[in-house]
């Protein structure tokens, strides 16, 4: 079976991407990362990668003219590695049409919430303040929306009593750092089939 090659957007500490390296060098995962990107010069993501021998840049989005040629020129790099999926963990920006139609059901999202619930990037603080009785995590395709795209895994993470967004945040880490590989797994697999909105793990 020929390897799945991964991208991995980043903007920030980089737990999400540290689960998934791990998962590939465990030969969990049948891919390799074949180069980490993120729009923050000095995100530890970065070194996290290095530190794995996986190639790191940084692209600054003030260097491009608009947001348009910035996502350009994430495709022209990703296409030279000849990437078939690309996760976002932890990427602070929207990505725009311009990778999102080179790259068809093929980038992922972590949301720390149970989409459609809390969308946007305060999901653990937004459900928190609400007084849900549960919240989670949710993997899903990514398309033009926010948060919007169809859902491939999802699982719950109660919300206690005594929880405070710390408490919460590190329960949630706990699932996404299962999960976000399982999922990644499963789309190097062969194994995920989207209906309308629906996906199917086969």
Not at 46 to 60: C, F, I, M, S
Not at 68 to 88: E, P
Not at 104 to 130: E, K, M, Q, W
Not at 149 to 167: F, T
């Amino acid at each position: 079976m020929k390897k799945c090659r991964i991208s991995v957007l980043v903007s920030g500490n980089g737990t999400n991407l540290e689960a998934i390296l791990k998962s590939v060098e465990e030969e969990d995962i049948p891919g390799e990362i074949v180069v980490v990107i993120s729009n923050v010069e000095d995100a530890y993501a970065l070194v996290r990668a290095r530190n794995h021998g996986v190639e790191a840049r940084w692209v600054d989005p003030k260097a491009f003219p608009t947001r348009a040629d910035y996502d350009r020129d994430l495709v022209r790099i990703l296409s030279s590695k000849q990437v078939d999926l690309v996760v976002l963990a932890g990427y602070m920006l929207l990505l725009g049409p311009e990778v999102l139609r080179v790259f068809p059901l093929r980038v992922i999202n972590l949301h720390p919430a149970l989409l459609p619930s809390f969308p946007g990037t305060h999901g653990v603080a937004d459900a928190l303040a609400y007084g849900v009785k549960v919240t989670g995590v949710t993997v899903h395709f990514v398309d033009e929306g926010l948060d919007t795209g169809p859902i491939i895994m999802q699982e719950a993470v109660a919300v206690r009593g005594d929880d405070g967004l710390d408490a919460l945040l590190a329960r949630i880490h706990q699932v996404e750092h299962r999960l976000y590989p399982e999922a990644v797994r499963y789309f190097c697999e062969g194994r995920l089939r989207v209906e309308g909105r629906r996906v199917f793990i086969d």
